[in-house]
């Protein structure tokens, strides 16, 4: 029985991540806004400047409540600052199709900006979209991708300026509202499914073993 509960705690650490979460960026509850230090839970930041990438709630710039999600958002381009990517690694089942959603707007003027949004197999891009705007009220996007394994990752970039170098420093921007939506799931079993599959049917190896030896 150590045995069989043994190989239950390897089989279940080992074979996914995390389902994807915190998609409209209300925790952890912010204090103070805009917050450049505080990282989103599950998301991972990455800010060359320390200056550029942001928590925020919406009363801070005055993002407008129609559309979006709850009362916080998650913010590019502060302080002139171009570059900076958001990213999120969650579980997946190779060949499952999926759709990425998400909403965005400008805040603070009315200059162009620019980010890039991918879904990524390590580093083999899945999707990719390259996206300029000056909307000043929140507009809903979507992104398709079809799994390479059992993780993706979710990458929103800051790519301001890339277009006409010099544009788009008085302005910065906002998304909300990111969701991860499986849309084959008739044909493709969940992650969840799988590893209580997997796990079933190593446990029935093991009893199988145990009675060998004891006949």
């Known amino acids: ?21 915190n998609g409209g960026f209300e925790s952890p509850v912010l204090i103070t806004s805009p917050d450049f230090v505080t990282v989103p839970t599950g ?10 990438l942001f928590m925020e709630g919406y009363s801070t710039f005055s993002l407008p409540t129609l559309g979006g999600q709850g009362t916080q958002a998650f913010g590019f ?9 958001l990213s999120q690694t969650f579980d997946t089942v190779a ?22 949004v991918q879904a990524l197999n390590v580093a083999t891009v899945l999707a990719n979209s390259a996206i300029r705007f000056n909307n000043q009220a929140w ?20 790519t301001t300026g890339a277009v006409d170098p010099g544009t788009g420093l008085g302005t910065n921007w906002a998304v909300d509202a990111v969701t991860v939506t499986r849309l084959d799931t008739s ?24 009675k060998s030896r004891n006949s």
């Open 139 to 158: 507009i809903t996007a979507t992104l398709n991708f079809t799994a390479g394994g059992s993780a993706t990752t979710l990458k929103f970039s800051d």
């Open 187 to 210: 044909t493709v079993p969940e992650p969840s499914t799988l590893a209580f599959v997997s796990l079933g049917g190593l446990a029935a190896l093991v009893l199988r073993k145990t």
């Open 43 to 52: 998301w991972v930041k990455f800010d060359p400047t320390a200056n550029g």
């Open 95 to 116: 060949g499952g199709q999926y759709r990425i959603g998400f909403q965005y707007v400008i805040q603070q003027g009315s200059e162009f900006e620019d980010m890039r």
């Open 1 to 21: 029985m150590k045995k069989l509960t043994l190989l239950f705690g390897l089989a279940s650490g080992v074979v996914f991540a995390a389902a994807f979460q």
């Open 77 to 85: 381009g502060g302080n002139g600052a171009v570059l900076g990517d």
